[in-house]
């Protein structure tokens, strides 16, 4: 190969050239492909590094002040008390549990069935309208959201149920349910279409109405894609932070019923770290309320991952 | 029995043999035509298909051969831009009436696809999928009913032997020629009485092609069965009777023995001996 390549380059100056132009190529592809190899990369070593950079500025309280059972087992959140700060999270749990999951309850009815709708039943136009404005609604801000939990559910709540506060799990929740509600319809959407169309002419060439085969065959042949976009959903939900924040009323508490103000995880990161001394223990309790916000969505979305790739090996 | 009604009896079963004497076909079809959008597939379709003998349709691709035989089950109409016009009738029902019941019609004719296609379940769901969606009362059918009914299901499509320990396993997961056959045992539990093939050997190899093919002769008989095929051979082997299309139009139905020895029409010799197609 390279005896042809050296008499060839030996035989002409135009050949010569020629085999100097396929060098440039040689390099511009290498170069190329570090450069895509770099940003692939990349995603890796900015969640790894911003891994080590909560886990650090956190570190020191856990190996301090942090006590585990007073950390997740107390409801009282008073890092700012002069004598004695205590640093439970029970109560930001729970209503960051509370939110989410009543978010949940009413965000997987609502897009499930809208998938269905949009995957199986709408045609043509309006599909197309349909799939434009879930994208549309995934792209309103998240303090927009707040916005409308404040001034407009806000008032709506008191006067429906006759309760003092409108700031609550059910404002949070119905607030966090329509955030949520536009990607999880849209990945369901995708799980429905990746059916093939023949197991659903098979159905229908059995005989089967049109809910019997979704029902029997598209549903459970897009299982996993269907438990993913739920999984993406809750991870949105723990993850939320500024749509809460307004929504809950941001009052440490352990809820009793949905009219109840509570606080969320991450809505106390983010209204408290700005006034914490930095390296103070309530800035690194902060960092580790973030370590454990962390684990939690990566646990979900590494769940999530794995289950919708499940769906190749159906 | 007094003698008037000795008469009658015979006056009705005089009656009964001139009407199974009419209805001695199983499809009927009037001026049946179909369009795809603005193109036409069909064009004045007239057949009679005869009861409980296998019926092959033969003709060069886009002659309207599966156009024909999906409009008999009126799977056709899964495409929103299907135009049909003419009339079908199937065990002297028409089934393009306005009281007809679409999930009744498919129960009785049953179809078998070019690719095979069974459900991502198991082997046994599959095979009792039809029963499940179209048994009337809610209440279960006793365990070893079912099984007996899955047993007789893979039985008649020589299938049993070779899934029988592993029934519960994926249908996906068998061999193409496997997979057919359990395409058309899952027919067999909601009791059809006609089966469509649409070229049902086309993804298969030679031999799974000749299973099929005596699987075919083994269900002649019970089913008035009705099979596109590409291939020649195949109608000429596995027919009795044959139809030969030609641009959406019947050119030719005659016993298969007749149309490969002499055919009435210069096209269909043309075609059977290769000169397009």
Redesign the interface.
Known sequence: MTGTVRSLAAATPSARKQLDQLDRAWYIDKIVQFIVFASGISAIIFIVGIFIFVTKEGFGFILGAFDFAEFFGSPRWKPTSEYNPTYGILALIAGTASVTGLAMLIAIPFSIGAAIYVAEFA?GKTREALKVLVELLAAIPSVVWGFIALSLMNPLIIELFDVPVGLNILNAGIILALMAAPIMTSIAEDALKAVPD??R?????????RW?VIS??VL??AKNGLLGAVLLGVGRGFGETMAVLMATGHSINLPDSIFDSVRALTATIASELGETVVGSDHYQALFTIGIFLFLITFVINLCADLVVRGIGK? | MDRQAVIRDAKHSAEAQQSSATSQYAIVTQDLNVWYGDFQALYDVTLNIKKDIITSLIGPSGCGKSTFLRSI?R?NE?L?YVRIDGSITVYDHNIYGDHVE??????QI??V?Q?P?????SIRDNVL??L???SESRKKLPRNEVDDIVEQALQQVLLWHTVKDRLGRKA?ELSLEEQQKL?IA??LP?KPTILLMDEPCSALDAKGTEAVEELLWGLRGRYTIVIVTHNMAQARRASDECIFMLMGKVIEHTPTAEMFVTPAHKETADYIEGRYG
């Not at chain 1, 002419?201 to 109405?209: I, N, R, S, V």
């Not at chain 2, 679409?102 to 129960?107: E, F, I, S, Y």
């Not at chain 2, 296609?117 to 379940?121: E, G, Q, R, S």
């Open positions: 045609t023949r197991y002419e098979a159905a229908e060439a059995l005989g089967a109405t019997q029997k065959v459970p042949a159906v | 089950n799977i899964r929103s679409l999930a009744q019609v498919r129960k049953g179809m696809f690719r296609n069974p459900l991502p379940i999928f039809g499940s969606i179209h996906t395409c899952r027919l909601i």
